[in-house]
């Protein structure tokens, strides 16, 4: 059985990687190399068995706040800069995927029932990591 909870996150970042020149990350990041801001769409999802006296694997409010404790440090950053963890790292949606999952398992009260974090810039485009 899955639980999901979903929350927006609003954060600008630039994808650059330091240790290529200008001219390349604008050959491979294109427009996104310039700073811009997306309401990322979080996804996350846990999975378990019901207990049999409460009914349920996880209290929806314990997972709501595991969530909203990881990605609180991301909404209106600028997470390349603001996010310690992406000083040396792309802020792709890849990257802040597995951000969020080693952030998740710190905060969940049961991490080892993490299924999934997915990341969405917006309705079209979105990635989804289950860990390792």
Request: with cysteine.
């Given at each position: ?7 927006t ?30 309401n ?41 800069k ?51």
């Amino acid at each position: 059985m899955f639980l999901t909870q979903e929350v927006t996150v609003c954060s600008a970042h630039r994808l650059h990687n330091g240790n290529l020149s200008d001219e390349e990350n604008k050959k491979i990041f294109g427009r996104c190399n310039n700073v811009h801001e997306h309401n990322y769409k979080v996804t996350v999802t846990i999975q378990g068995e019901p207990d049999h006296v409460t009914g349920m694997f996880c209290s929806v409010v314990a997972l709501e706040e595991a969530v909203k404790k990881t990605v609180k440090p991301m909404d209106h950053q600028h997470v390349d800069k603001d996010i310690q963890w992406f000083k040396d790292r792309v802020c792709t949606m890849e990257n802040i995927a597995i951000y969020l999952w080693e952030n998740l398992k710190k905060n969940l009260t049961e991490p080892d029932q993490l299924y999934e974090v997915k990341v969405a810039e917006r309705e079209t485009v979105s990635v989804i990591y289950r860990g390792n």
